[in-house]
Structures are given as C-alpha cells and as structure tokens.
C-alpha cells in the first residue's frame, strides 16, 4: 500500500515564525503535490514536484517556498506565518505516466497549521 | 476554465437509507474522473475511478456513473452506514498528452449519516 506521512498532525506557530512542513512518501513516486484546504473553498494547490529539485507554482504559491532534494521526501515552508495561513495542509504523491488512468494521487493524512 | 461543481454542499440522512450525490463538471480534454472520501481531520482516499468511455463504476455500496456527453457524474451510497459520514470530492482530470499532473477538484458534499 502507498503511504504518505506528514511530520506533524496538528502544528501551532506564531506570527512570524519560519515553518516547515514535511511530506514523505514510500512507493518511489516521481509526483508530489501540497495542497491546502479550507472549509467552503476545497483543496487548492500550492506547489508540486515532478522531481528531485524541480518545482511548479500551483494556484496560491504566495508566502509559500518548497524544497524536494529527495525523491521520497517534499518540504512546504513558510518563510514567516501569518494568521490567513492558518489551513489544513494536505501532501500528495502520483506516480508519472502519460496514462491518466495512473495519475491517482494518494494523500497523507493532513496537517491542520494555526498560527497565532 | 476547468471547473468542478458539487451539489448539495451537504446532506443529513437515517442510517440505512440511500444518497445521490452530485459532480458537474467542465474540465476539457478530459481524461478521467474520480471520487474521493474524506473523514473528518484524515486526507482523502479514492473510492471510484472512471474514463469517458465508463459508464458505470462500483465499489461495494458506492456506485459511480459518469455521462461524459453531460459531463455529469453522481454517486450513490446504498443503505448508508454511520462510517459514511464524511466529505465526498468529485476530482477531473484534464487530458495531457504529457502526463497529467493537476487536477480540478470540487468542494466537496458533507455528508451526515445519523442513527
């Protein structure tokens, strides 16, 4: 079974701070995904990753930086929090093939950020 | 612009009765179209996955239909049970001769299954 894990399950931060948001994923998927959801407007994506240092701009990249020197391993990073980044976050990993029959993304379990 | 529109926003049903979920969509080319559940606080897992040329996709009591030509998908829920209750997203995704990497995701039905 694809397992992706994220580092924390609930994080609390201060305005200001620089945080890190840790995604690592087992099944040697070339894909990577982060993703933010908040209640009434879905899941909206910030960054993805084809490969180990490529990275694309999703829809809301603004205030948000990425880092994937790993392929197993994708890293979302706040350079300094502020409350309207108060969100769940949500890691995912797909596989890369031409097919769209294999482009399901399997996602961790969330990491729900407030920042005070 | 790619598009994906759920109705209801969220749904109250008795345990043991069924539900008809609802997916429109304007995603084009279009490649495939899945539905996801999420449980309250976990990420959301694949329950059905559909091409344009499916009509029909079950799994245990979830049963996805898609009319490609309407662009129109639903999904029923039969003899709901209490674990039911969550949010269900229908996703599209776009044809990329490259590989498609992004999706259109909806907002999700919250469904709540009471006793």
């Known amino acids: 079974d694809v397992k992706v894990t994220q580092s924390s399950r609930y994080l609390v931060k201060r305005t200001g701070e620089k945080v890190f948001l840790e995604c690592v994923q087992d099944?040697?998927?070339?894909?990577m995904f982060w993703y933010r959801q908040d209640p009434g407007l879905g899941l909206r994506l910030i960054y993805f990753?084809?490969?180990?240092?490529?990275?694309e701009k999703g829809d809301i990249p603004e205030g948000y930086s990425v880092s994937r020197e790993k392929k197993e391993r994708f890293s979302l990073i706040l350079e300094s929090a502020s409350t309207n980044q108060t969100s769940m976050y949500l890691c995912a990993s797909s596989l890369r093939r031409t097919s769209g029959l294999y482009n399901e993304q399997f996602f961790g379990p969330g990491t729900r950020l407030t920042v005070l | 612009k790619n598009q994906v529109e759920q109705s209801p926003q969220s749904l109250i049903i008795l345990e043991g009765k069924n539900c008809t979920l609802q997916?429109?969509?304007?995603?084009?080319?279009?490649?495939?179209l899945r539905w996801y559940k999420q449980d309250t606080g976990r990420g959301p897992v694949s329950l059905t996955i559909?091409?344009?040329?499916?009509n029909t996709k079950s799994n245990g009591r979830y049963t996805a239909t898609l009319d490609a030509d309407t662009k129109q998908s639903s999904l029923h829920i039969t003899a709901s049970q209490l674990s039911d209750s969550a949010s269900y997203i229908c996703?599209?995704?776009?044809?990329?001769?490259?590989?498609?990497?992004?999706?259109?995701f909806g907002k999700g039905t919250k469904l709540s299954v009471i006793p």
């Open positions: 099944m040697d998927h070339e894909n």
């Open positions: 997916c429109n969509y304007t995603v084009s080319p279009f490649s495939n």
């Open positions: 559909m091409t344009f040329s499916e």
């Open positions: 990753s084809y490969d180990v240092k490529m990275k």
């Open positions: 996703v599209v995704s776009p044809y990329s001769g490259a590989g498609s990497y992004q999706l259109t």
